[in-house]
């Protein structure tokens, strides 16, 4: 469900950004953390930050305000964070302050690491009642002109120009409220570039924009969306989030202030899937194993808990059985809802309304009719094989399901049948996904029990391991951390926000009222955080499902990321694709794309070579895998397609191992320059260098490319070959003083592969 509301800056900040006015201070005693070769800040003791230097430049102005302010959202009023700093120690600084007139206190502290700034914040409402607000963290710079990253722009360093008197940002909104997409905001002057940051694995709803002035002063700024209540048990009326401040090198733009940011926050780019097995695949036979893996499968995500509760020695056949044709096994979850029977028309008959894939039931209506299912004992759970009975699932259902409008619970994904019912009967039955809350803090028996509980899904496929002598490492599946299953949706039920450990935020209701409310983008990390420690533990990997703007919201607890269903003969955009390469750094990134196995297309050879060769050599660019599923039991369409998907999976696993580098220390050169995109992959040619090329139109020609690199920066030397990959072909080569020069036609609708090999 997405409301209307629209969240703007307004009052204070937005008076700062739009004016020229300057901001003083007497002269006072200074504090400094930090370095010349990073971000070295100054503070005075009355509360100011005085100096700014980023890279040995001095990029302080005295035009703009460089600090805190709060904007409360009910009464649309922004007040500047008045306060001091006092020092910790030479590494740390602490600043104390008020937002008087809107009765909060913020405190934050500013840490160095090696010249990077991290800040930790606490908002306290000192007028202990429903609040919701923007904190705002601006910082003001002095330039002579402005760029800004983003990830959509498809230019070389992947930013914007920005010029006075206006902005920019990569803003995607989740249910009305403003989300940058990605986890920064970085500007770029000609001396050098700044970022604000925070880590995929504590986020907020955190907004950067940047804003140019009319006297070119640049104002890069962070807001964070935040409720205050007292219901937040753990946190009573406040909120605690975290961020950076980073410097970067500005020749490349957005490229460097991301590798910086993998610098920085590596731990949310760490897998246990090294080898890079291959794509994502469902339902593979056992007679097939070996032919999907030729066709560049790496793993077989299947519903085995069936399998584990009638037939354990067969599952852990079936498990060893695809160790050894080079796949793991992905047992099936969905922990942000619980899938339920319905007789014929109930949903119809007692929908409220419906939002989207979302309909509402009222609570009270929903009580009553799930009493009915926990008063019935003569039948085991409908959806979950194993020894939970249904009344076992309806006391999930009441401690988990999300309210998401006041006194209202949320199913999705309404389906005419049941299929999956352990009992005949059902089977006849409407199905829906109920929304639910997957903290694994809530009363028990909650999201967490009915997932690695002993009983059932993926906990019962590891008991039935363990006693059957299973040694295999295999995976966990995490399918749909999407807006369809909640994931844009917010929690009204306090009862729920005692045992959060993220802070709320805000939205309007229904009624039009500002309120409070547990984000379940948020919420869904701590079911992350533990499934992703407790895989881990067993050598298991975790597999996940999701898509834009969701994506850093649970990228940092996925070993293999999903990268959407594709069900359509058109593709998505390369923007989207690179959105995802760069989030996932070197994490694998698959697809799940049915036309590959004939789900809308004629099964011929034509189809192969009009349809799925361009759609593998699309994902060839940002070296992401292409998963199928549903024809693996059917020989004829497996003959088809092998050839094209054993080719592309090669060549996507070979750049994969050699490692994606997001500065390609390349350039393309020429009049088409703005019409090629290029990513590198490795760093010597004796280790594995490549670079991807593709038109960044599919209807603009380019024809003949000159992408150049300097002999030093990358290793080569003046003894080398360049072979065009995709279709082997020799690529033109020049080194003049020290600059090769690789030269070659480029199609369109074509990426090529070229790889540097040493003589």
Known sequence: MRSCIIVVLMGFILICLMSDCCFCTAETDELTIGNNNGVKLTFSDDGHIIGITVRETNLFTAKQRTGFSIRDVMENRSVPVEG????????????NGTAADLGIKLDAVFSDS???????????????????IDAVFTMAFKGESWQFGNIWCSNSTLTENVTPGRGANQIDPINGIDVSQMPLGACVCPQTGIALAHSMKSPCFNAYRFFVTKNNTGVLSLTTALGLAAETAKFP?????????????????????MTEYYRIFHDCFEHNLGDYPGGWAL???????????????????????????????????DIADNT????????????????????????????????????????????????NDANDKTHTADRFPGNLTRADIVKIIENTTIEHQPDVWGITYHTKDFPWATNQERKTFEGAAILANSDPD?????????????????????????????????????????FGMGWGNFNYRRDHWIHADVPLAYT?????????????????????????????????????????????????????????????????????????????????????????????????????????????????????????????????????????????????????????????????EGEMVDQVLVERWGNKPENGLYFTVRAKDDKVPVGQVCLTFDTNSLGVGDRFTATELVDSKTVTTTIKEGKVTLIFDLPVKRTLLIAIRPK
């Not at 001091?84 to 600043?95: G, Q, S």
């Not at 059932?456 to 590891?462: E, I, K």
């Open 324 to 371: 050894a044709a080079g796949l793991r096994v992905l047992v099936y979850s969905e922990p942000w809802g619980i899938w339920h029977p319905f007789p014929k028309g109930w949903i119809d008959t007692h929908r409220i309304d419906k939002l989207g894939f979302i309909s509402s039931i009222d609570v009270t209506t929903f009580h009553n009719f799930l009493q």
């Open 84 to 95: 001091h700093f006092t020092k910790i120690n030479d590494k740390k600084v602490l600043f």
């Open 283 to 317: 339902h593979i036979p056992q007679n097939n194993l070996k032919l999907a893996k030729r066709a560049g499968m790496g793993t077989n995500q299947k519903e085995i808990d069936n399998l584990a509760a009638h037939d354990p020695t067969a599952l852990v056949k």
């Open 508 to 668: 309007r209701d229904q009624k039009g009222q500002i309120r409070p409310v547990l984000p379940m983008a948020l919420s869904n990390l701590e079911f992350l955080r533990k499934n992703h420690d407790e895989a881990h533990r067993r050598n298991w990997c975790v597999a996940g499902n999701t898509w834009h703007p969701m994506v850093q919201f649970s990228i940092a607890y996925i070993d293999l990321i999903g990268a959407g269903e594709q069900w359509e003969n058109t593709f998505q955009s390369q923007s989207d694709f690179r959105t995802f390469r760069f989030l996932a750094y070197r994490k694998p990134v698959s697809t799940m794309d049915y036309v590959l196995h004939f789900s809308t297309v004629p099964p011929t050879e034509e189809t192969v070579q009009t349809v799925h060769e361009p759609r593998c050599n699309y994902l060839l660019l940002y070296g992401i895998f292409p998963g199928t599923a549903n024809a693996w039991n059917q020989p004829k369409k497996i003959a088809l397609i092998l050839p094209i998907m054993e080719k592309y999976a090669g060549l996507i696993r070979t750049i994969n191992l050699a490692g994606w580098e997001p500065l390609t220390t390349a350039q393309v």
């Open 237 to 257: 009326h406040q909120a605690q989030y975290s961020f950076a401040i980073f410097g970067f090198e500005s020749d490349a733009g957005m490229r460097a202030a």
């Open 442 to 482: 809530l009363p028990s028996p909650n999201r967490w029990d009915l997932t690695w509980g002993q009983q059932s899904q993926v906990g019962l496929v590891a008991s039935v391991i363990e006693e059957h002598g299973g040694t295999e490492p295999i995976g966990v599946y995490l399918d749909s951390e999407v």
């Open 114 to 132: 090696n010249g990077v700034i991290f800040i930790d914040v606490t908002v306290i409402d000192k007028l202990h009642k429903d609040r919701a």
